[in-house]
């Protein structure tokens, strides 16, 4: 029942048709480098294929060559998207990004159970004890994403959904590594059990979702707020009064990838290539020197992950 209740209406067969094909073009380069501190590329690679290569003039070339993982990783740095952080949803993504991040070296992994896959699980302890060997690796530099989702998965979910974020928590702190959290209507929830548990000495609130206030309340317990391409929206203007309210050096930005694409290609599948688009609109926002945001973005992710 919980899975019934916890599955997208569409199947993930029917997104990838959707999607193939449809990648935007590459946008203009930013002045310096930048990180993605959350991207799926084993679903982007699977869904929606792979991003235009670059050519040696920096323009989109005829298509990927080779590994596509490492395709993807060379269109994002051709913009200034130098390193990538790969994110775990399930005990096998977790596992192909501690993987991945060992061969690519622009590539980190976190590990977690998604908040609405926990409740799925017929074994929940037996995940949680793979997730924490893969969390001793040390590629793998988070646990997440991890959280509270109240949006797919319904009341009957919750108490696991809580008994897995408590879980990840503990790990993130036996093992000194950033805890990446998903929070999707469920803010007051969030702040309540990371207060109960005492958080890890780095949060990362991802595809950050509130609103001004809720963002005060989280860069006031010291956490960063990591902004995805929604805050692009013209329906967004709570949230871009979030990233005002926020800190430069407590703000991170992200691709979420293949979704949440960035004006003006909203619908269409998204890449870590795409962070330039997301990266000018919270220069605006903040009244940040976009070569300052840079450095800022930058600096942050390496004091979350680490150096790569």
């Not at 622009?106 to 074994?123: F, G, K, Q």
Request: aromatic residues 4%.
């Amino acid at each position: 029942m919980l899975a019934a209740m916890s599955e997208p209406t569409e199947t993930r067969k029917q997104r990838a048709a959707r999607r193939a094909g449809e990648f935007p073009p590459v946008p203009e380069p930013l002045p310096s480098p930048v990180l993605d501190s959350h991207t799926h590329l084993d679903i982007t690679v699977s869904e929606a294929g792979v991003p235009p290569r670059p050519r040696a003039d920096g323009e989109p070339g005829d298509g990927p060559a080779g590994d596509p993982v490492a395709a993807a990783v060379a269109v994002a740095a051709s913009v200034g998207v130098d390193r990538l952080v790969q994110v775990g949803v399930d005990v096998a993504s977790s596992r192909w990004g501690a993987d991945v991040a060992e061969t690519h070296p622009a590539v980190l992994a976190t590990v977690a159970l998604h908040p609405n896959e926990a409740p799925r699980l017929s074994d929940l302890d037996e995940a949680l004890r793979e997730i924490e060997a893969l969390a001793a690796r040390d590629r793998v530099r988070g646990i997440g994403e991890t959280g509270m989702d109240f949006f797919r998965t319904g009341e009957e979910g919750r108490a696991v959904q809580e008994e897995s974020f408590r879980a990840h928590v503990a790990i993130a702190k036996r093992y000194g590594k950033a805890l990446v959290v998903h929070d999707r209507d469920a803010h007051a929830d969030v702040l309540r059990i990371l207060d109960d548990e005492g958080a890890p000495d780095t949060v990362v609130l991802h595809c950050f979702s509130g609103d001004a206030d809720f963002a005060r309340e989280c860069v006031r317990r010291g956490y960063l707020l990591s902004f995805a391409g929604t805050v692009t929206f013209g329906s967004a203007a709570a949230l871009r009064e979030a990233a005002a309210a926020t800190p430069v050096g407590q703000l991170l930005v992200e691709t979420d990838a293949p979704y949440l694409t960035p004006m003006p290609h909203r619908g269409r599948p998204n890449a870590s290539y795409l962070i330039p688009l997301t990266v000018r609109s919270l220069a605006e926002t903040t009244g940040t020197d976009l070569d300052e945001l840079c450095a800022a973005i930058s600096a942050t992710g390496e004091r979350v992950f680490g150096p790569w």
